[in-house]
């Protein structure tokens, strides 16, 4: 056994070189708009390295701009008053929920089922936890805007060249639980477009592309944590460097289209059937 140890941890050395390691930064409670950069720059500039990645709460980047309302100065439309009646959720609540979407497909109690940006939300992103009563978080303004001004202004103020990634979390169609998803990114590839490679028996992928930026916030999730953790920032190193690159996503490009995407063109597949008695229509 001892004979086989100078290989055993010439092992170990080639294998935290292809090591991911993630360090959570717990920070204060922030209740009301404060200055993004500044908070940053006094968390991480002692450990921030060039080639890190920030994988930061969304919510987080919310609060900081005032991307949150105080739902008793909401106005409800009749609209949102039959939503609220409908799928059993405040009057209030379902108009934020409606003023946020781009589209409503439909919903049970307490929830809606919302695309934004080519995205499913629940919700529409509209999220009552981890702020004060009365109050609802939205999403930032311009979630991908905010990733690369965090990103310039990490370099501008700590000299190091990193990758941002705006992290929410999200339910999974027919699974418990959340998982992490992007918002944004910047500074590095978000998508990995896997097309026209070979897998391990030579067959050529013909539809994968790998989200690397969903994979780092699920990543991170476990850290973050979903109730009074208190970490909204995760540093990720070791990322490989070739996934780093000057790239810009924001929502609209981590999304898809209801006809491209598996889920929504079964299922409205199915409801045309049901309504064209049996015959297949494509969406």
Same mark, same amino acid.
């Given at each position: 056994?001892?004979?086989?140890?100078?290989?055993?941890?010439?092992?170990?050395?080639?294998?935290?070189?292809?090591?991911?390691?993630?360090?959570?930064?717990?920070?204060?409670?922030?209740?009301?708009?404060?200055?993004?950069?500044?908070?940053?720059?006094?968390?991480?500039?002692?450990?921030?390295?060039?080639?890190?990645?920030?994988?930061?709460?969304?919510?987080?980047?919310?609060?900081?701009?005032?991307?949150?309302?105080?739902?008793?100065?909401?106005?409800?439309?009749?609209?949102?008053?039959?939503?609220?009646?409908?799928?059993?959720?405040?009057?209030?609540?379902?108009?934020?929920?409606?003023?946020?979407?781009?589209?409503?497909?439909?919903?049970?109690?307490?929830?809606? &089922?919302?695309?934004? @940006? =080519?995205?499913?939300? !629940?919700?529409?992103? /509209?999220?009552?936890? %981890?702020?004060?009563?009365?109050?609802?978080?939205?999403?930032?303004?311009?979630?991908?805007?905010?990733?690369?001004?965090?990103?310039?202004?990490?370099?501008?103020?700590?000299?190091?060249?990193?990758?941002?990634?705006?992290?929410?979390?999200?339910?999974?169609?027919?699974?418990?639980?959340?998982?992490?998803?992007?918002?944004?990114?910047?500074?590095?590839?978000?998508?990995?477009?896997?097309?026209?490679?070979?897998?391990?028996?030579?067959?050529?992928?013909?539809?994968?592309?790998?989200?690397?930026?969903?994979?780092?916030?699920?990543?991170?999730?476990? &850290?973050?944590?979903? @109730? =009074?953790?208190?970490? !909204?920032?995760?540093? /990720?190193?070791?990322? %490989?460097?070739?996934?780093?690159?000057?790239?810009?996503?924001?929502?609209?490009?981590?999304?898809?289209?209801?006809?491209?995407?598996?889920?929504?063109?079964?299922?409205?597949?199915?409801?045309?059937?049901?309504?064209?008695?049996?015959?297949?229509?494509?969406?």
């Amino acid at each position: 056994m001892l004979k086989d140890l100078p290989i055993l941890i010439y092992k170990m050395r080639i294998a935290s070189k292809n090591m991911l390691q993630l360090l959570p930064i717990k920070t204060r409670r922030f209740d009301s708009p404060f200055d993004i950069f500044d908070v940053l720059e006094s968390y991480l500039k002692d450990v921030l390295m060039s080639g890190d990645v920030i994988v930061l709460s969304s919510k987080f980047v919310s609060l900081s701009e005032g991307s949150f309302l105080d739902l008793s100065r909401v106005r409800p439309s009749p609209e949102s008053k039959e939503l609220s009646k409908k799928f059993n959720l405040d009057r209030e609540f379902a108009e934020v929920i409606q003023r946020e979407s781009d589209d409503i497909i439909s919903g049970v109690s307490g929830f809606l &089922l919302c695309v934004k @940006s =080519n995205m499913l939300c !629940p919700n529409a992103g /509209v999220d009552k936890s %981890n702020i004060q009563k009365g109050r609802v978080v939205i999403y930032p303004r311009d979630p991908g805007e905010a990733a690369l001004l965090i990103r310039d202004e990490m370099k501008f103020r700590l000299g190091v060249d990193v990758g941002v990634v705006l992290s929410d979390s999200r339910l999974m169609p027919m699974r418990k639980g959340t998982i992490g998803v992007a918002l944004a990114s910047a500074g590095l590839e978000g998508l990995v477009d896997m097309r026209g490679r070979k897998d391990l028996f030579g067959k050529v992928l013909r539809v994968t592309v790998q989200s690397l930026a969903d994979d780092l916030c699920s990543a991170a999730q476990p &850290l973050m944590g979903e @109730s =009074n953790e208190a970490v !909204p920032i995760v540093l /990720v190193r070791g990322l %490989n460097k070739s996934f780093l690159s000057h790239s810009l996503y924001n929502m609209e490009d981590f999304g898809i289209s209801r006809n491209q995407c598996v889920y929504m063109r079964s299922f409205f597949g199915v409801f045309l059937r049901e309504q064209k008695k049996g015959d297949w229509h494509d969406v």
